[in-house]
């Protein structure tokens, strides 16, 4: 995807749409750019393939919230977070589709794991600081979210649903289980 980006920013660079200061800027945008859109695309395709593009798109409506305002674990290069990403939704909706929980199992879950990620709070990451104002927003996003899913959650559990249910238990498990990881490895290497 970098080289893809500089590629772009050289023909703009080339067709004197930029000019040399701004490369690094339109390198930057381009990158995030296309690895949003493939991240995006693979997902809907992978939605499409196993025919639950509604749930593909219910998973990231909790997931995506709740790691960009709770942070976690990153990994080193796009391309693993872009494979551990694609194996994490794959392994998510095959459990969903494949094993059925009672609704009680999934309600625990989701109500340790939402109650866990309140305590764990954000996890900063050691190359991003972030201020204790920017701190505040970010568990106030978390706040928000958890409580819109809240709702949610007794709304499947008036109607039954538990493919939803057992999907947005497992989102909270993954969210949880990255907060944690990060939290430790980051621990790790501030006292390395």
Known sequence: MENL??????????KNIITEDMIDVYNYGFQC?????????CSIAIGLYLKMLPEC???FLFFIPLRSFGGGFHLNTYLKCFL???IVLISSLLIVKYIELPIIISAIIYIVFAILLLFIGPVNHPNKIVTADKNRVFISRTYITILISFFLFLFFIITENKEYLLL?????????A???IGRLVNQEMQTS
């Not at 750019?33 to 695309?41: D, M, P, R, Y």
């Open 178 to 180: 990255s907060s944690l």
């Open 168 to 176: 947005q238990a497992i989102v909270f498990l993954i969210v949880f």
């Open 57 to 59: 798109l219910y998973f």
């Open 5 to 14: 980006a500089k590629i772009l920013s050289q023909y703009l660079l080339s």
């Open 84 to 86: 551990a990403s694609c």
């Open 33 to 41: 750019f296309l690895e949003l859109f493939a991240n995006v695309l």
